[in-house]
């Protein structure tokens, strides 16, 4: 599955980060990383972390 | 019964939520969202922030283009009866009254009408006086603040008295002030959002407004409106108790809410604050209906066995997980949640440089400890916990690096009273 993130959107809040730490993660300089592409054995996390985004900035596709 | 209709009332955060969380395990039955604004589900955070803000363009369609909620594919069939109001039910027939004089009946019910802002019953001219909850709300303020702002013949601010400083009307108050507004904030009690922050950190947050500009008038009842002289109708200022008049080209009122039950009155339902419901979100005496959101108050084992309800942006999302696993295993025999429902309360809110972030109900403590940094250099980062009692009920954070927050949220968790949590 691939994850888009709005970056213009994205505020830094990290929740998608604590509903996902293996996908998301917030670097030492407050940004988002994140990996674009998921295994599907992550599905339930990732659409957890794009519910749990303040901002919903994160589109799943696929 | 072959395909049961689940129906949902309230097409916000809750509503969609729940909708989806039903698809999710796997009910194949209808689905209907009913909700009085005309609106599909939108964010509301951004209402007195980002959207706030910016003076564009003040096209609701377009406004709501830029909040509203992602559809997912699960709830491609979900029917959304939008800009109706269900206006009665009657709970042991199974059966709603909706506002088009129609009936509409179910198998299943979800509560999920959330709250609607508290006004002032003052007397006064009636133009001017805002609220926000809706888009609706935001379009209305902005279109005003567009409206005051534009023409400044006189070259003066436009002034803004914002009533209420708990979190939306400090927001609101930020946002202004950073528009060029002059605001005040009225607060009949304490300092700025004191009941959750404590005084010292509510104290801080005050001062760092008031270097921004904000002024705060504490201990302080509105009385009147203050009519404008050159047009009728119109708010010119706000007398409060004391005679004091402050200027307002308009005003915000942000003193609370109350929550939108009026239209299950005659069920024999608890329903003084909220809709009761045990802890797997089950509405207390009645059948096959579960309630989300705020207007939910559920109880918590995380801290004890009273039911609260909680008005943070997290809580709709959760409250329909559990809630979808209530009411399908009520209809279908599928298997409930044999572990407690224990959220973890979580909010943020932004206001001028600062970022606050919650975890847990800092509301209910006692006594607060300043962990880290320094009170009165908030933008550089702070961190108190909050007690009850001696035990760790809360922490709030203020700038501190996001990526802490994970960290943060489990170490609440781990020196809370150890109930299992089932998230
Ligand atoms: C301006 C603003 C800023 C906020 N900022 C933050 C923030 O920064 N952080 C945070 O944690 N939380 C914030 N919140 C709180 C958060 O938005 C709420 O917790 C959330 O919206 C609750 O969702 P809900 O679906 O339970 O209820 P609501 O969003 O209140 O939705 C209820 C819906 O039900 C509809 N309805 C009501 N009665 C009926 C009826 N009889 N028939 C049909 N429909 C009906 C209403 O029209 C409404 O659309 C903010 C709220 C506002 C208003
Ligand atoms: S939760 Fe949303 S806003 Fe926050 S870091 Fe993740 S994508 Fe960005």
Known sequence: ?????????????????????????MNDDGKLEYEEIAEESRRAEVEEAADVCPVQAILIEG | MTTPHVVVVGASLGGLRAAEQLRARGFEGRV???????????????????????????????????????????????????????????????????????????????????????????????????????????????????????PSVTGERTSVVVIGAGFIGCETAATLVKRGCDVTVVEPFGAPMERVLGSDLARAVQRHHERAGVRFVLGASPAAYVEDPTAPQRVRGLRLADGTVLDADLVVESVG???????LDGNGLDLRDGVLADNDLRVVGAERV????????????????????????????????????????????SAPDPLPFAPVPSFWSDQLDLRLQSFGSPGLADEARLVEGDLDRLADGVLLTYHRLGSHV?????????????????EFLARTPAIPVSA
């Open chain 2, 257 to 263: 809410s109350l929550c939108n039950t009026e239209w």
């Open chain 2, 394 to 410: 809360g922490t709030i954070a203020v700038n501190l690096p996001p990526a802490r927050q994970r960290e943060l949220r489990e």
């Open chain 2, 32 to 150: 209907t969202v009913i909700g009085e604004e005309r609106h599909l589900p939108y964010n509301r955070p951004p209402l007195s922030k980002e959207v706030l803000a910016d003076a564009g363009d003040n096209d609701p369609g377009r406004l709501h283009g830029r909040v509203e909620f992602r559809r997912k594919a699960s709830t491609a069939d979900v029917d959304f009866a939008l800009g109706v109001p269900v206006v009665g039910s009657d709970l042991a027939r199974r059966e709603l009254r909706l506002g088009t004089g129609e009936r509409l009946r179910y198998d299943g019910l979800v509560l999920a009408t959330g709250l609607r802002p508290r006004r002032l019953d003052l007397p006064g001219p009636v133009q001017g006086r805002h609220s926000l909850r809706t888009l609706d709300d935001c379009v209305g303020l902005r279109a005003e603040l567009a409206g005051l702002t534009e």
């Open chain 2, 290 to 333: 579960v309630v989300v959101g705020d207007v939910a108050r559920f109880p918590n084992p995380l801290f004890d066995d009273v039911p609260r309800r909680v008005e943070h942006w997290s809580i709709p999302t959760e409250t329909a997980k559990r809630a979808a696993t209530t009411l399908l295993a009520e209809l279908t025999g």
């Open chain 1, 1 to 25: 599955m691939k994850i888009i993130v709005d970056l213009n959107l994205c505020q830094d809040h990290g929740q998608c980060a604590i509903a996902a730490p293996a996908v998301f993660r």
